[in-house]
């Protein structure tokens, strides 16, 4: 059983479009993540969202929109799609914990987005 | 801001050469540090990670990682890689009370020629 899953794995698109990436975990977690990995393989966090409530908004051009129905689902949405956001795209979760007790964020097998 | 450095980017090694990677980051509060280990064309999985106790720390396929608090740093370690140990590794970092936000290094790239 895949823990955290994402859909579409691959994704090729002409700009413009407009195009959504799904995940859902079944871990139990309550606080789910996007990422994303760019051609320099370097990783960066969107957004964040616990118990269905945004808690990290980097700064992501407003395009791309979260959505989190329950908190065992996360989907990004992503409005008139340019060149720029070809990437890799992680959905990730965890429990929310701070401190020592930390979290251990698990991350999906990624969604590749290639814009054309 | 916090940030992380990964001093290698691209490692070549043969079978059973042992194998060092470096991370430091900048934050001066107390962190949680991560390994992950990225096979080509696959997802993020965890190696190890430190929240406290030990600095030593031991993950999964061999791989082990020292906290070493007073050079900020979490080097990665394994004594004889393997071919299979190909792969972009990412030394992570989450800063106490900042939960999730996980600041990655660059990655360094690691070939293991067989």
């Known amino acids: 059983d895949t823990a955290v899953s994402q859909t579409p794995k691959y994704l090729v698109t002409q700009m413009g479009n407009d195009k959504s990436i799904k995940c859902e975990q079944n871990l139990g977690h309550d606080t789910m993540y996007w990422y994303k990995q760019d051609s320099k393989k370097f990783l960066k966090i969107m957004f964040s969202?616990?118990?269905?409530?945004?808690?990290i908004n980097e700064t992501v051009p407003n395009r791309f929109s979260p959505k989190s129905p329950d908190k065992a689902h996360l989907n990004l949405h992503i409005n008139s799609l340019e060149l720029g956001d070809s990437a890799v795209y992680f959905c990730?979760?965890?429990?929310?914990?701070?401190?020592?007790?930390?979290?251990?964020?698990?991350f999906g097998e990624g969604s590749w987005l290639t814009v054309v | 801001a916090q940030s992380v450095s990964q001093h290698n980017h691209h490692v070549i090694l043969s079978e059973a050469a042992s194998l060092e990677l470096g991370c430091n980051y900048s934050y001066g509060g107390t962190v949680n540090l991560f390994w992950y280990v990225q096979y080509p064309g696959q997802h993020l999985q965890l190696l190890l990670k430190?929240?406290?106790?030990?600095?030593l720390v031991k993950g999964i396929k061999g791989f082990e990682a020292e906290f070493i608090k007073s050079k900020f740093s979490f080097n990665l370690r394994k004594p004889s890689v393997q071919w299979s140990d190909t792969a972009e590794y990412f030394c992570?970092?989450?800063?106490?009370?900042?939960?999730?936000?996980?600041?990655f290094g660059q990655g360094t790239t690691l070939q293991v020629k067989p």
């Open positions: 990730a979760s965890s429990h929310h914990r701070t401190g020592l007790s930390g979290n251990t964020i698990y």
């Open positions: 969202y616990n118990n269905k409530e945004l808690i």
């Open positions: 992570a970092v989450n800063a106490h009370g900042n939960t999730g936000k996980l600041i």
């Open positions: 430190y929240f406290s106790g030990d600095p």
